[in-house]
């Protein structure tokens, strides 16, 4: 994988994991406050929302794709051979690229159009901006889409190269 690449999916990979520690503690002080001494802390269920599980399942997507460890479902594919399973990889490559473009391209318009109308949601003691969470998902649909071009740039240099054959 590219140096750059990597480099971003590990960190990203950190900041995720972090992130989900966080949201863990978060949790159980609000349901130790809660079954211990009645009280709550105010804006847990948003932050939780749209900062931990966006963080957590769009920057996942993003560093899943790049190191290719996400969940595959290959059940006629495993018997293909040769170039069947070549071609059978390739169109599923492709179709993950496009989706991720299409995908980081409606996640950019949202965040757009969010950043503009500097949107909040009701956290009971404060008005939380959810607008910087819109920009999170963006990045880490768009990183996943630039991870999906790398493995598509690879496969296609690997079957340029076989087909050269040696020299």
């Given at each position: 994988m590219g140096?750059?690449?990597?480099?971003?999916?590990?960190?990203a990979?950190?900041?995720?994991?972090?992130?989900?520690?966080?949201?863990?503690?978060?949790?159980?002080?609000?349901?130790?406050l809660?079954?211990?001494?009645?009280?709550?802390?105010?804006?847990?269920?948003?932050?939780?929302?749209?900062y931990?599980?966006v963080?957590?399942?769009?920057?996942?997507?993003?560093?899943?794709?790049?190191?290719?460890?996400?969940?595959?479902?290959?059940?006629?594919?495993?018997?293909?051979t040769?170039?069947?399973?070549?071609?059978?990889?390739?169109?599923?490559?492709?179709a993950?690229?496009v989706?991720?473009?299409?995908?980081?391209?409606?996640?950019?318009?949202?965040?757009?159009?969010?950043?503009?109308?500097?949107e909040?949601?009701d956290?009971?003691?404060?008005?939380?901006?959810i607008?910087?969470?819109?920009?999170?998902?963006?990045?880490?649909?768009?990183?996943?889409m630039?991870?999906?071009?790398?493995?598509?740039?690879?496969?296609?240099?690997?079957?340029?190269?076989?087909?050269?054959?040696?020299?």
């Amino acid at each position: 994988m590219g140096i750059w690449l990597k480099k971003i999916s590990h960190s990203a990979a950190v900041v995720a994991g972090v992130l989900t520690v966080l949201m863990m503690l978060h949790v159980a002080a609000e349901v130790l406050l809660r079954v211990c001494f009645g009280l709550h802390i105010p804006g847990t269920m948003e932050v939780v929302t749209y900062y931990y599980m966006v963080a957590g399942v769009f920057v996942g997507i993003f560093s899943c794709t790049a190191d290719d460890v996400h969940v595959r479902v290959d059940v006629i594919a495993q018997f293909l051979t040769g170039r069947a399973r070549q071609f059978v990889d390739g169109i599923g490559l492709l179709a993950i690229t496009v989706y991720f473009s299409i995908f980081s391209y409606g996640l950019y318009l949202q965040a757009v159009r969010s950043w503009n109308r500097s949107e909040t949601v009701d956290a009971i003691v404060v008005e939380l901006s959810i607008w910087p969470s819109r920009w999170l998902a963006f990045a880490g649909i768009f990183f996943a889409m630039l991870a999906s071009l790398y493995w598509l740039y690879q496969f296609a240099a690997t079957l340029l190269k076989k087909r050269e054959g040696p020299l």
